[in-house]
C-alpha cells in the first residue's frame, strides 16, 4: 500500500462528466489498496469568470476580497468529487485550505505556504476515507482566506505530498507528460520518461507551461517524487526527482528546449558609465513589482553604456514610463523597446560535463540564418533572445541539432 497526493486541474474537472471520470480514476487507486489524498482546482474557466465579475465592480478590485471570492471555485469542485466517490462506495471528505489548515503568509492573491497541520488528513486517511483538498487556498494566522496565484493547486499538491510524506505526487493535466519541447511546434517531440528537478525548474521557468514553478521549487527542497500524468489517457507519464535517482550511466546532453513569446526587450541608451548606475536604473524597476529576465549591458567609447534587459510583455509601457523619467535623473539618451522579441532555451544536466553545447547551438541557428540579441547562461542552460518571427524555426533546429528526435 502506498500513499499517493494526486492533483487535478481544471480541464481534468471541467464538467460532472469529466469529475465523474477523476473520481473513477481515484476510485481503482482506492480498489488497489492505495491511500488517496486529492487536489483539485476549479472547474475550468470558472476562476476567469468570477475575476471578471469583480472586475465589473472595481477596476483594481481589493486583494482580500479577491481571495474570498476566487477561492469559491475549488469549494464547488471538491464538493462535487467528493459527492461521486461516495457514489461509487468509497467514504470521502473534502476540505477548503482553511479547513485543513494549510497556513500561509499574509500576502493577498500571491501568498506563500508556511505550514500544514496533518492531523484531520491522517485521521481521515486511517479510516479509509479519501481526503480531497481546494487547491490553491490557505488562510494567514488571522484567520483570512489566501490563494497562492495562478497554477498555485500544483503547489498545494506537492506540499500536501511533502506533509503527509507521500510516496508520489502525481500531478494530472492536459499531457501526458514533459516532452523535450511543445509537440504542437515540432513534431519530433519525444515524451521524457525522466527529468530531473534542476532541468524541469529550468524549463518551467524559462516557458514550459506543463508545471507551476513554486511547485518544481517546492518537491526539489522537499525531494518529493513528483510525476505528470494525463487525465484522461493510461501511460506511465514523466518522473521528476533528484539528479542523483538517475540509473543511466550517461545522462543525455540536453534534455529539452523551452522557449517563451511572452518577452519584451527594455534598453536605456547612453547612459553615463558611473558606478551605482545600474542600480539607479534598476531599483525603480523593482519598486514597481516589474520582474527583470535577461541583462546585458555595453560600454561605448564615449564613456556611455547601454543597458538591456527582458521583461514580461505586459510590462513593458509600465517599464518604460518608469525608465524615461529615471533616464531624464541620470542624463541618458533614450529609452527603447522592442516587443517583436522571444527567448528559446536548451536545458540538461548533462551540460555540466560536456564542452562546446554553446558554440553547437550558435552554429545551428546561424545556419538558419537567426540572429542572436542576448544571451545568459547557468550551470545547466543557455538562453538566447531571439526575433519572435525565427521562435518555431530555432526551436526545431535546435532540436535536431541535439538529437533530441532520436529515440
Same mark, same amino acid.
Given at each position: ?22 473520481? /473513477?480514476?481515484?476510485? &481503482?487507486?482506492?480498489? %488497489? #489498496?492505495?491511500?488517496? $489524498? +486529492? !487536489? ?5 474557466? *470558472? ?71 496533518? /492531523?484531520?488528513?491522517? &485521521?481521515?486517511?486511517? %479510516? #479509509?476515507?479519501?481526503? $480531497? +483538498? !481546494? ?5 494567514? *494566522? ?85 510525476? +505528470? ?179
Amino acid at each position: 500500500m502506498s500513499l499517493f497526493v494526486q492533483k487535478y486541474g481544471g480541464t481534468s474537472v471541467g464538467s460532472i462528466e469529466r469529475i465523474e471520470a477523476v473520481a /473513477a480514476k481515484v476510485a &481503482a487507486f482506492r480498489e %488497489a #489498496g492505495h491511500d488517496i $489524498v +486529492v !487536489a483539485v482546482s476549479a472547474m475550468s474557466g *470558472e476562476t476567469n469568470r468570477l475575476i471578471a465579475l469583480a472586475q465589473e465592480i472595481q477596476d483594481n478590485p481589493d486583494p482580500r476580497e479577491m481571495d474570498v471570492l476566487v477561492s469559491t471555485g475549488e469549494q464547488v469542485t471538491i464538493a462535487l468529487l467528493s459527492m461521486a466517490l461516495k457514489k461509487r462506495g468509497h467514504e470521502a471528505r473534502s476540505y477548503t485550505g482553511s479547513q485543513v489548515r494549510i497556513l500561509t503568509d499574509q500576502s493577498h492573491t500571491k501568498a506563500r505556504i508556511l505550514d500544514i497541520d496533518v /492531523a484531520r488528513m491522517r &485521521a481521515d486517511l486511517d %479510516a #479509509g476515507r479519501v481526503v $480531497v +483538498v !481546494a487547491g490553491f487556498q490557505g488562510v494567514d *494566522e488571522e484567520g483570512n482566506i489566501t490563494t497562492l496565484g495562478r497554477g498555485g493547486s500544483d503547489t498545494t499538491g506537492v506540499a500536501l505530498a511533502a506533509a503527509l510524506k507521500a510516496d508520489e505526487c502525481q500531478i494530472y493535466t492536459d499531457v501526458d507528460g514533459v516532452y523535450t519541447t511543445d509537440p504542437r511546434i515540432c513534431s519530433g517531440a519525444r515524451r521524457l520518461e525522466k527529468i530531473t528537478f534542476e532541468e524541469m525548474l529550468e524549463m518551467a521557468s524559462q516557458g514550459s507551461k506543463v508545471l507551476q514553478i513554486r511547485s518544481v521549487e517546492f518537491a526539489g527542497k522537499y525531494n518529493v517524487p513528483l510525476r +505528470v500524468l494525463h487525465s484522461f489517457q493510461d501511460g506511465p507519464g514523466t518522473l521528476i526527482t533528484l539528479d542523483e535517482d538517475y540509473t543511466d550511466m550517461e545522462q543525455p546532453l540536453i534534455s529539452g528546449i523551452a522557449f517563451n513569446r511572452d518577452e519584451a526587450k527594455v534598453t536605456v541608451a547612453g547612459v553615463p558609465d558611473t558606478p551605482g548606475v545600474a542600480a539607479k536604473i534598476l531599483a525603480p524597476i523593482g519598486a514597481a513589482n516589474i520582474e527583470i529576465d535577461v541583462i546585458v549591458q555595453n560600454v561605448a567609447a564615449d564613456a556611455t553604456t547601454d543597458m538591456t534587459f527582458t521583461v514580461h510583455r505586459n510590462d513593458m509601457e509600465k517599464a518604460k514610463k518608469v525608465l524615461e523619467k529615471v533616464a531624464r535623473e541620470i542624463g541618458a539618451r533614450e529609452v527603447l523597446t522592442d516587443d517583436k522579441i522571444a527567448k528559446v532555451s536548451i536545458v540538461g544536466v548533462g551540460m555540466r560535463s560536456h564542452a562546446g553545447v554553446a558554440s553547437k547551438m550558435f552554429t545551428a541557428l546561424a545556419e538558419d540564418n537567426i540572429n542572436i540579441q542576448m544571451i545568459t547562461t547557468s550551470e545547466i542552460k543557455i538562453a538566447v533572445i531571439i526575433e519572435e518571427r525565427y521562435l518555431e524555426l530555432a526551436v526545431r533546429s535546435l532540436h535536431k541539432a541535439f538529437g533530441l528526435d532520436k529515440v
